[in-house]
Structures are given as C-alpha cells and as structure tokens.
C-alpha cells in the first residue's frame, strides 16, 4: 500500500489547503493526506498575522516544538501504522512545513522512517541523510532564487558549491535538487504549485503513480500464491477423502456379508422352527429383531456412504479441471 502526505508552509487559509489538496490528489492519482499547518492571518492583507506565522518558524527554527510539529508526528505515524508491512509513504512538505517535518522527523522510530519519502520544496529545513539516514527516500527542491536559501545554509552551500551530497551508494539521486527559476520573482518561484515547483512535482506523482502500480503488482502476485497454495491444500483434502471412502466402502462390504451370514442363519433357524430346536419362542423374537436391526445398519452405512462419496465427487468437479 501506498499513500501521499502533505503539510503547507506559511500563510495558509484552511480553503487554501483544502484547493492545494485537490490538485496535489490529481498530480498524484490518489488521495492527498493532508495536515493543515495553520495560519494566523485573516486576510491576504493581514500583515500582523503574517507577522505571527513569521514569529512561529522563528521559534521553530530555533527548535521550540509546537502544536504543529506534535500533530505531525502524529499524523504521520497514523499514517505509517496503517501501510502494512511493506507499505509506503510519500511525504510532501513545503516552505514552513519543511521545518515542521523537519522537527517531527526526530520523535519517529527507525522503523517508522524506513517507510517514508520526504519530499521538499523551498524548505525553510533541509532533510538530509547525515541528520536522518532512516528515512527511504529524501529530496530537497530548491528554486535558485528561492529566499529561504538564506535560512538554510547547507543548501545554499550545495548550490554555490555544486556538491549535491546523498548517500555512501553513488547510484542514489541526490539530496538537492536546483531549478531554474521560471517566473523570476522569488516569491512567485517559492509556491509549491507555481511555475517553478510546479514541474517537479508533476513528476514526483508520476513516479508515485509508478510506484504504487508497482506495489499492486506485488499485491496481486502474493494473492496468486496463496490461492495457489489454497488450490493444492484442497486437493490433498480431496484425495484424503477420496482415501477413506475407498476405506469405508471395504468395511462396508466386510460388514454386509457378515451381516448377510448372520441373517441367513436366522432365517434358516425360522424356517425349521426354532421350537423344534429347543429354543424358546421370545429367543426366537429376538433374534428376529437382531436381524431387522442389521438390516436397518447396514442400509444407513450404504446411504451415508454414497453421499460422501457424492460429495467428494462434486468438490473434486468444481477444483479439478
């Protein structure tokens, strides 16, 4: 199982998030799980309450866990409880969500970490493997002319220094990746869906769409084998059956032609006339009675035997083809 994650950076309005979510869901072909990192503004225009979001990462990046990053952790882990063994989780997170993700990323497991892809865009955090070498997957996207390349040192040093880093295998992709700036403006090029991250993350749903075809895949072919495994146990069923009612219809036999034996003296005993043999007439009424009784046992032994051989001929009609 695969499944996307998301969490906005600053200065976003509930219905901002919830448009945001909409068209993350159509680049990624699946439902966005999205945290609504919240914003003090009111209005576009409300420059105070831009100011408090402004205060809030400069705590953030100064370490302060906040409500945000205990939501996070949470989300997540909610999330990567529910995957399955080898299950998987894409984790988008832009500008002032970089740093929450950033923060959360310390109070999960290992193991809870091997199962996410960190993927981020203008982070005002860079998720890198010396900080966190657990994670499955992580990229930074930086446009070159993103401001929050100010804030975070060791991806303005990648970019001026050409050193893309990544992990100690050299076919790994690296840990930055730099774009051209298509708009111009640095405030237009940092949007996640603007004209510079806006490629990027098309492709990055390409690749989760891949990915999670793959997984069905893997689903689909562990599903055969246990139905294959299924198919071959009701074979050896069927043949077990098979082999105790071969058992049973012998036993059957043996036991007719005893009880055939036995009834056979009984009716001779009769017809000569127990009396005259010196057994009494209630003797003879039992033994009368012995041989209805065999009668009566040996029919039923027949009729339950021909309809579990019937039944078993029917299964093996319907799994043997």
Known sequence: MCRVSWINGIAHTPSDVSEMAAELSKLFSDRVHYLHNPSSMSSPADTLGYMRDLSQCTAQKLGKI???VNELTSHLRSLVSSLGSKGRLVHIAHSQGALITYLAARHLTPEECSKIEVICFGGAAAITALEFPHFRRRVNYYSVNDPLLHVVPKAAQALTSGLLFG?????D????????????DPIVDHGLLGPTYSDAIASEGRRYASLRSGVRSQL??????VDELAHLIILAVIAALRRLVQFLVAVRDAVRAEFADQKLLLTAVSTLGMSRLGVGEERCDRARRAA???EVTTLSSYVGLRALSFAVELITSQHVA
């Open 220 to 225: 689909e072919r562990g599903q055969d084998r």
């Open 167 to 171: 992990s100690n295998n050299p076919s």
């Open 292 to 294: 209805r009784a065999w």
């Open 66 to 68: 906040t409500n945000e």
């Open 173 to 184: 992709e690296p840990e930055y990746v730099f774009l051209s700036a298509k708009y111009g």
